[in-house]
């Protein structure tokens, strides 16, 4: 299981917004539920699943910008694919939420 961070960033369209973009983005990646599980964050997405079902989801959303009319569309990704033990995004939270509660 891998964690992937995508941010999509359409360029030459009309408008600064990009939350259109964004929530088609969306409605696209509702498609792959029974795939991957994702988390929209306020500057990304995260996504969480098997690697080659991830790359397959990456090239779908893509897509997305210019078929909504962008010119250009440049797309970051980061993948975190840990091999030595599961890895999920709610335990890599929450593990981290118990460490800073311990501190206290």
């Known amino acids: 299981m891998a964690i992937v ?3 999509i960033i359409p ?3 009309n408008s ?3 939350s259109d973009f964004v929530a088609e983005i969306h409605k696209t990646l509702d498609q ?4 991957v599980k994702v988390q929209l964050t306020p500057m990304s997405t995260l996504i969480e699943g098997e690697l080659d ?5 990456i090239k779908v959303i893509h897509e997305v910008p210019f078929n909504k009319g962008a010119h250009r569309v440049a797309t970051n990704i980061r993948i ?3 091999r030595d033990k599961p890895l999920k995004m709610t335990e890599k939270v929450m593990k ?3 460490k ?3 501190s206290s």
């Open 32 to 35: 792959f539920k029974d795939k």
């Open 96 to 98: 981290v939420q118990k």
């Open 53 to 57: 079902d991830l790359f397959e989801v």
């Open 5 to 7: 961070d995508i941010t």
């Open 80 to 82: 975190d694919d840990r």
């Open 11 to 13: 360029i030459g369209t």
């Open 100 to 102: 800073m509660n311990s």
């Open 16 to 18: 600064s917004s990009v």
